[in-house]
């Protein structure tokens, strides 16, 4: 699916993935599927949770044990292709994602919960917005997403 229309398909999502057990912290996912080069991810997690090894067009791969998804990778990505996510019940799971449009979202607002073919698959609670000059004009979005849609979940639009 991904070299036909962009999209990943479920099962290399998936692969992205750590075991559940992980999930009760929060922790970085990166969607890294293509050979490219690239490295900030590595270079700004302060835990050396993100490993990219010698050639720098290899895919990031990330050390769960390490990880704290304090989220500093996820707004140093200039492909905006890493969000924290945790599990926090049998109901919810916790993002953290990337954004850059205009105008941001509000704390306590309910917006479209977004898939990866740009389809409205759920809404999501809005629970905080952060943007500082270390940020570097991406915001990072908390979001509370219905479990259901771990996996599917990858990005908000703002509900019409």
């Known amino acids: 699916m991904l070299n036909t229309n962009g999209v990943p398909d479920k099962a ?3 692969t992205k993935f750590p075991d559940e057990k ?3 912290k929060p922790l970085a ?3 890294c599927y293509e050979k490219i080069p690239c490295n900030p991810c590595s270079t700004s997690c302060p835990f050396d949770a993100i490993y990219i090894g010698e050639d720098i067009n290899t895919a990031p791969i990330v050390d769960f044990e390490k ?3 304090c989220g ?5 990505c200039p492909g905006l292709a890493i969000f924290i996510v945790q599990k926090l019940n ?3 799971a916790r993002f953290k994602i990337p954004y850059e449009l205009r105008p941001l979202p ?12 740009g389809e409205i698959i759920t809404k999501v ?4 917005v952060s943007l500082t000059n270390r940020h570097d004009r991406t915001a990072l979005i908390q979001v509370l997403v219905p479990l259901e849609y771990i996996n599917d979940f990858v990005t908000i639009r703002r509900q019409i």
Not at 72 to 76: K, R, T, W
Not at 107 to 116: A, C, F, H, L, Q
Not at 125 to 128: A, G, T
């Open 12 to 14: 290399l999502i998936k």
């Open 22 to 24: 992980y999930l009760i």
């Open 29 to 31: 996912i990166t969607e």
């Open 67 to 69: 990880c704290t998804g």
């Open 72 to 76: 500093i990778c996820v707004y140093n």
């Open 90 to 92: 049998e109901e919810n």
């Open 106 to 117: 509000i704390k306590g607002e309910t917006w479209s919960g977004v898939n990866r073919a």
């Open 125 to 128: 609670l809005i629970e905080k």
